[in-house]
């Protein structure tokens, strides 16, 4: 048994979401808080009496005033993590073209975000140094003659909340929106505390820019923005020199805001990639099931942590492999196996039908879409994976010679110089596009879609990994041969998905040369394809004898030959 | 406990060659031919790499040697040194020389930044590297500074190898006579201390070096005797130097990796160059990890007294510990409920029973709580040979029936019997011994050797030799057959590849 592993009887897509995200959100709160009183421990230190410094702690962390501070700033943080969690948990839209891009930043969720990160910036470095107890405490001060003056220091320090908020908004947060899950499932305690020094460092170096950048902009504006601070609210202005430890609160706070948004960014992604172990088969009808999971596309999360309940399943847990390799008592059909394979198979096929539209958009020729075994019997489509023994062949299927009929040329003058006319107009309105940068700004980006696919592809990691397991598990596993009247497609449907993945690597974008090592893209594109190799090979080994008597395309087979083979 | 008495030599002047349904074969040196008893190696290549085919390690300045020494102006060395060796050096330079003002400077400057480092050390005693000494200390191979073959790595599902000289260069010899042999080389490559193959592909190979890890595509169609690096990933992290041992997951979805100075342990995903961290207190360093057969269980071990063994469904993991020393080498066994193992400073095979599923849930019924000594290995005189010492190197075959074991200071490789019924046992076998003056290197299993098993040993000459034990396995037959026949593919008869 798995401890890092969720189980649970039965739940719904509902259900699972709400109680990740409701960990994750509760984790974030609580982690600021215990930031806080960190600081506040830390910036009472007093080694020579030890006890005056917990109980001046104690004594700050329990006034009523800090919790009238401290409240407020709760609340936002709480309300941007709820806001925050849409991003983590619904399918991001993938732009098309420049221009949608740039429209998709001014949606109403990212300036209720901006807002939220800029309030939440500045109130915490309000709070910080405030709580600290140095003289940046408060806003304003008593100065002779006047009665309340602008602390200048206190009001640079708050103006660079709002501009830490703000870049980390623009800069950090919309570009580090995805998910990443874990190469190896460890603890949370251990992932969180193997992450907690690294997060440090990281921010203390990543908050140096925006201070340079801050400090820059306060020294054109910081002045004119002060008097009309202080025009306003009706305070006076002093000559005060600050001490260079304002430099070193300026770093300070925006690096804990950094580490603040880090964390906040690694609870969701511990809570949501943590594996879950779906039921295998439908408990009550409104309950998600492993097979349903996989189908989830509106929900990436939940289909991604379905895919990896397959993967781990099929290579740990043989009773769970059981349960797919058996037959329902009455009735003795293989449900569980069928809708598991129905389901994996419309997505694999899915993903390459996806991926061959988009690299094929040249060509105005439609490949024939990929064979896939299908019962010659017309049937309502619940009954099509009916056990059948006699293992048809979809070489006849292949073997069809689309003939199409051409239209006889000659006749039609008029309509060719018709044609030649709309084809000039074209070409003009072509290069006017160009001219005008039309094109650039709404013309479709290039591999967009292919970027689209490939945002996705650990599901189709696991899933061909998942299913390439089973399949070689069954071997010995399977005693009424149930995977066997599958094995074709499902075979069929990794190797066209394979093909359709090669004809990746004439995209030029997607070269090492022009993408660099670096470039996600680039790397995903070989893990796919890597993980497609393994499981074909997986099967060829383990069936490598068989292989001869199922109905295979021939081309199927020749590839075959070639992973198995180099 | 049994020792290495039991085992026996040949007559004088011979050498064993095989070992053939329990009977061992020897031959004269002179004439040893080992095709005399069986031609089941006929098929595999042919190797011996001797000095002349290595190619010369560029160390980055042959060119100085060429050029008679000059005096130059102290500021003309100063900015030379500069240029070429970096700012330490030309601060050496400086601090060597007679100017006042500068020399003391620059003095002063070295003192500090060697406080500096001190203070780095304590704080963090993985930062201290000391080249390939500290390889050569921890390495699996026997003498892996001067001799010329460091590691041998058979492919799990052809007859192909990959051999490891010290040239910084790898050669995958294939049993086709007559294709080319590819030579894996390039300039991040250097100090090679692992290798491995992937599983279930045909053409990628790992290979652990002093900075990292390479990971290899080779296309075995292509002609190109001298793949360039495009064909490969390089994997790096900082502080994970001198990168002592490598092992694939049985699924090859996921590469381990332990490096001499760093404690953390990495999992990688090799495309996506992503890594997880497995960090637990102890030692300063990993020397060690091995992947079971089944590829269930992890073993590492660190340079200090504990090694661990990890659960790879949850990765969590069980502490062990030696007394004294470290552990020097290690092999799974039995399908991976058994850990064979040996510490460097006493020679003694000790066995760990490490049961499947039950160890990490319930403490009273888990595996065996402490290891048994299986076999005592100190060095004996057998008919005028000595034999036996502390262990350099250990290795199980593929079907968890046979040991080798290399020894750190004399000449021959024993080979063991692996007995589990009644219990684990370890029973003498025989005694592979080289040439004259031809000592062992480094040893591995041919994993797919239908005969039975074959063992090659790397020998200081770069002869490799093989060395097969061919038997007829009756009771891994028939659990063969049974296992096949509870599918319902044993109708089906006909070949496709």
Redesign the interface.
């Known amino acids: 048994?798995?401890?890092?592993?969720i189980t649970s009887s039965s739940f719904t897509s509902k259900d699972l979401l709400l109680r990740k995200l409701y960990y994750s959100i509760v984790s974030s709160v609580f982690s600021q808080l215990a930031l806080l009183l960190v600081y506040v421990l830390l910036s009472n230190i007093n080694i020579l009496h030890p006890i005056d410094w917990v109980l001046s702690t104690l004594k700050t962390f329990t006034s009523l005033t800090t919790w009238l501070f401290v409240i407020p700033f709760i609340t936002l943080v709480f309300a941007q993590s709820i806001i925050c969690a849409k991003d983590y948990v619904f399918k991001s839209s993938y732009c098309s073209t420049r221009f949608q891009k740039f429209i998709s930043i001014f949606s109403v969720h990212n300036i209720v975000l901006l807002a939220l990160n800029i309030i939440v910036g500045t109130t915490s470095v309000w709070l910080f140094s405030s709580l600290g107890g140095t003289q940046y405490q408060y806003l304003t001060r008593n100065c002779k003659g006047q009665s309340y003056c602008l602390n200048e220091g206190s009001f640079f320090l708050i103006c660079s909340g709002f501009w830490t908020g703000f870049y980390y908004f623009m800069k950090i947060y919309l570009s580090e929106k995805h998910l990443?899950f874990?190469?190896?499932?460890?603890?949370k305690l251990l992932q969180f505390k193997?992450q907690l020094l690294p997060f440090l460092k990281e921010s203390f170096s990543s908050s140096i820019w925006p201070m340079v950048y801050f400090l820059c902009l306060y020294r054109a504006w910081g002045n004119s923005l002060s008097e009309s601070f202080c025009s306003f609210f009706g305070l006076g202005q002093e000559e005060s020199s600050d001490s260079p430890m304002i430099y070193f609160y300026l770093w300070m706070f925006g690096a804990l805001f950094h580490f603040n948004m880090k964390l906040m960014r690694f609870f969701f992604n511990l809570f949501l990639t943590e594996p879950i172990e779906f039921p295998l088969c439908k408990i009550s009808p409104d309950s998600l099931s492993l097979q349903e999971g996989i189908m989830i596309s509106d929900l990436p999360i939940i289909q991604n942590l379905a895919c990896l309940d397959l993967s781990?399943l099929s290579?740990?847990s043989k009773h769970r492999r059981q349960v797919l390799f058996t037959l329902s008592h009455p009735g003795g059909h293989p449900h569980n196996w069928n809708i598991l394979t129905e389901n994996l198979l419309k997505l694999l096929t899915a993903y390459s039908e996806l991926l061959s539209k988009s690299t094929d958009t040249a060509e105005t020729i439609k490949t024939p879409a990929p064979v896939t075994y299908q019962s010659p019997i017309q049937s309502p489509g619940r009954f099509r994976n009916l056990r059948n023994m006699s293992l048809m062949s979809d070489r006849g299927i292949a073997d069809i010679v689309d003939v199409t009929h051409a239209p006889l040329a000659g006749l039609s003058v008029p309509n060719t110089l018709f044609h030649k006319l709309t084809q000039k107009i074209n070409n003009t309105l072509e290069v006017l596009k160009v001219v005008f940068g039309i094109n650039f700004i709404f013309g479709e980006l290039p591999q967009a879609n292919i970027q689209k696919c490939l945002a996705n592809g650990l599901i189709i990691i696991w899933s061909s990994?998942g299913i390439s397991?089973l399949v070689c598990a069954?071997?010995?596993e399977?005693?009424f041969?149930i995977v066997?009247k599958d094995l074709p497609a499902i075979i069929t449907a990794l190797v066209h998905l394979k093909q359709n993945l090669d004809k990746l690597n004439k995209v030029p974008a997607l070269t090492?040369k022009i993408a660099g090592?670096d470039d996600f893209n680039y790397?995903?594109k070989?893990?796919i394809s890597?993980?497609l190799?393994?499981s074909l090979?997986?099967i060829?080994?383990t069936?490598?004898?068989?292989?001869?008597?199922f109905p295979l395309n021939k081309d199927v087979?020749l590839y075959l030959?070639t992973i198995?083979?180099? | 406990m049994r020792n290495l008495h039991d085992f026996e030599l040949p007559n004088d002047g011979e050498i064993s060659l095989c070992e053939i349904n329990g009977r061992i074969h020897s031959m004269n040196y002179d004439y040893a031919n080992v095709n005399a008893f069986t031609n089941t190696v006929d098929n595999f290549p042919k190797i011996h790499i001797t000095r002349d085919l290595l190619h010369p390690v560029s160390s980055g300045d042959e060119g100085k040697a060429l050029f008679i020494h000059v005096d130059v102006s102290f500021l003309k060395q100063l900015t030379q040194v500069y240029y070429e060796q970096g700012f330490i050096e030309a601060l050496h330079t400086a601090s060597s020389h007679n100017k006042v003002l500068i020399s003391k400077t620059a003095a002063i400057i070295l003192d500090v930044l060697k406080n500096v480092q001190k203070v780095r050390l304590i704080l963090n005693p993985n930062l201290r590297y000391s080249g390939s000494n500290l390889i050569s200390q921890f390495s699996q191979t026997r003498n892996w500074m001067n001799n010329t073959i460091r590691c041998i790595a058979w492919h799990p599902?052809c007859a192909k190898v990959a051999v490891a000289t010290c040239d910084d260069s790898i050669r995958i010899f294939s049993s086709d006579s007559g294709t080319v042999v590819p030579l894996l080389r390039c300039k991040q490559q250097k100090h090679i201390t692992c290798l491995s193959w992937r599983p279930?592909?045909?053409?990628e190979i790992a290979v652990g070096h002093e900075n990292g890890i390479i990971v290899w595509n080779i296309?075995?169609?292509s002609l190109v005797a001298r793949p360039s690096i495009?064909n490969a990933t390089?994997l790096q992290r900082p502080n994970h130097r001198a990168v002592m041992s490598i092992a694939w997951s049985a699924?090859?979805?996921?590469l381990v990796s332990v490096a001499a100075c760093d404690k953390t342990i990495y999992?990688?995903?090799?495309?996506?160059?992503?890594?997880?961290?497995?960090?637990r207190p102890g030692g300063s360093g990993n020397i060690l990890v091995k992947w079971s057969p089944t590829?269930?269980k992890l073993f590492s071990c660190t340079n200090g007294l504990v090694f661990r063994v990890w659960d790879c469904?949850?990765?969590?993991c069980e502490r062990w510990s030696v007394l004294n020393g470290r552990i020097q080498a290690a092999c799974w066994s039995n399908c991976g409920s058994t850990l064979l193992f040996a510490s460097n400073n006493e020679p003694i095979i000790y066995g760990v029973i490490i049961k499947n599923d039950l160890v990490f849930?319930s403490d009273s019924d888990s595996s065996s709580t402490q290891a048994m000594p299986m076999f005592d290995v100190s060095k004996v005189d057998i008919d005028g040979v000595i034999v036996g010492g502390l262990v350099q190197c250990m290795e199980s075959d593929p079907k968890g029936k046979r040991l080798a074991v290399l020894f750190q200071d004399t000449n021959c490789v024993a080979i063991f019997n692996i007995v589990r019924q009644p219990g684990l046992q370890l029973i003498p076998s025989s005694l592979v011994m080289g040439l004259a003056e031809e000592k062992p290197s480094a040893i591995s299993f041919i994993q797919n050797f239908e005969a039975g098993t074959c063992l090659t040993v790397g020998w200081s000459s770069g002869r490799i030799q093989y060395y097969p034990i061919i038997y007829t396995d009756l009771a891994c037959s028939t659990e063969a057959t049974q296992?096949i026949n509870?599918?319902?593919?044993n109708s089906?008869?006909?070949?496709?590849?």
């Open positions: 048994m798995n401890s890092n592993v990443s874990p190469v190896i499932q460890q603890k193997s781990t290579r740990w990994q397991d069954s071997i010995e399977d005693r041969g066997q090492k090592y790397k995903m070989g893990a890597g993980a190799k393994r090979f997986n060829c080994r069936f490598g004898k068989f292989l001869g008597e087979v030959q198995y083979k180099s | 599902y279930l592909s045909n053409t296309d075995s169609n495009s390089i699924g090859g979805d996921k999992v990688w995903d090799v495309e996506l160059d992503k890594t997880c961290s497995l960090k590829g269930e469904r949850n990765w969590e849930t296992s509870v599918s319902l593919y089906f008869s006909s070949q496709i590849f």
